[in-house]
């Protein structure tokens, strides 16, 4: 009767073990989930206050196929709600103007001028571009926290070849200061952001491409 009565004893206290941790769980998981709409919400709170940005970046992309890391370093400039300009320096001296959904690739060693209709599909080979639309990454992304700082962006529909996007957060005026993509084949895009400016008011004129004297012009934009 004894070992019957501690064999219940013992079943009654283990449900009650497990009934625990399951709601233990269930507190970290919302508390977790709440932790992640805050973030977000304050993230594209400061985005929807921000008209234009610019500054300087260092590109760092891991290429798979060969096994290379890649630096390259530029400037860029952004003006909501569509148009965007970044430049890198040499030696890949090329250039980018987003205008609407017009889109100018100019690289400048092979005074050549690739131009094109912007997509949603085009981030993976036009990272920077994502800055544009962080203010609404609710409606393309799933999102968690995988550290205190740091947003994890997982695409709802298909993104280019993209597969996961990673924000490291700051609380200053510019809420986002690295982002690295993470593409289906292995490779690895990382950026950082360098002397950001908010609100400086430019002129929309800087984003009206010019074409250079005597340069060829690819148009894939029909």
């Excluded at 004894?2 to 269930?26: D, G, M, P, T, V």
């Amino acid at each position: 009767m004894r070992k019957e009565k501690a064999q219940s004893n013992f079943h009654i206290f283990f449900l009650i073990f497990i009934l625990l941790i399951a709601h233990y769980s269930l507190f970290i998981g919302v508390a977790a989930a709440s932790d992640v709409d805050e973030v977000v919400d304050r993230v594209q709170k400061k985005f929807a206050g921000i008209i234009d940005i610019k500054g300087t970046f260092v590109q760092k992309s891991y290429i798979k196929d060969i096994e290379q890391t890649q630096e390259y370093s530029g400037t860029f400039f952004i003006k909501k709600p569509s148009r965007m300009m970044w430049e890198y320096a040499a030696p890949r001296d090329e250039k980018v103007i987003i205008n609407n959904l017009d889109t100018w690739i100019y690289k400048k060693s092979q005074n050549q001028v690739i131009r094109t209709k912007f997509t949603k599909e085009a981030y993976s080979q036009v990272p920077i571009a994502l800055l544009g639309s962080i203010e609404n990454i609710r409606a393309d992304f799933d999102i968690t926290m995988p550290e205190k700082n740091a947003l994890q962006l997982a695409p709802k529909h298909r993104v280019g070849f993209i597969k996961t996007i990673v924000l490291e957060i700051t609380p200053g005026e510019m809420p986002v200061k690295m982002f690295t993509i993470f593409d289906t084949y292995g490779n690895i895009i990382m950026i950082k952001l360098r002397d950001v400016k908010i609100n400086s008011g430019l002129d929309d004129s800087m984003f009206i491409f010019k074409t250079p004297p005597g340069a060829e012009v690819f148009d894939l934009s029909q």
